[in-house]
Nanobody, 122 residues
Framework: QVQLRESGGGLVQAGGSLRLSCVFSGRTFNLYAMAWFRQAPGKEREFAGQISGSGNITYYKDFVKGRFTISRDNAKNTVYLQMNNLKPEDTAVYFC???????????????WGQGTQVTVSS
């Protein structure tokens, strides 16, 4: 059974940076596409970006392009979300997700982490 555990959230001032990590266990990591989502208070969960199993292909939603970067270290079974130039509207719980299929991870991933809170103060 796949398990995902996020870490790295916290409180940061606007303009600052955070790096979130998500450790994967239970299966062969490089066979899974990974994605990051977020859910702000009172809003639906939204997709932010994804990365292929090899790490060679990434895709980002427009609201994070140029500010957030997804990467992975397959030797460490970990995917990262580097967030720069953070804004108060980035405040949310951030979730990582995994799926065997790259095309499915952004819509209906099979596996979810518990989330980590990111709060950006103005």
């Amino acid at each position: 059974q796949v398990q995902l555990r996020e870490s790295g959230g916290g409180l940061v001032q606007a303009g600052g940076s955070l790096r979130l990590s998500c450790v994967f266990s239970g299966r062969t990591f490089n066979l899974y596409a990974m994605a990051w989502f977020r859910q702000a208070p009172g809003k639906e969960r939204e997709f932010a970006g994804q990365i292929s199993g090899s790490g060679n292909i990434t895709y980002y939603k427009d609201f994070v392009k140029g500010r957030f970067t997804i990467s992975r270290d397959n030797a460490k079974n970990t995917v990262y979300l580097q967030m720069n130039n953070l804004k108060p509207e980035d405040t949310a719980v951030y979730f990582c997700a995994a799926d065997e299929l790259y095309v499915r991870v952004r819509d209906r991933p099979n596996y979810w982490g518990q989330g980590t809170q990111v709060t950006v103060s103005s």
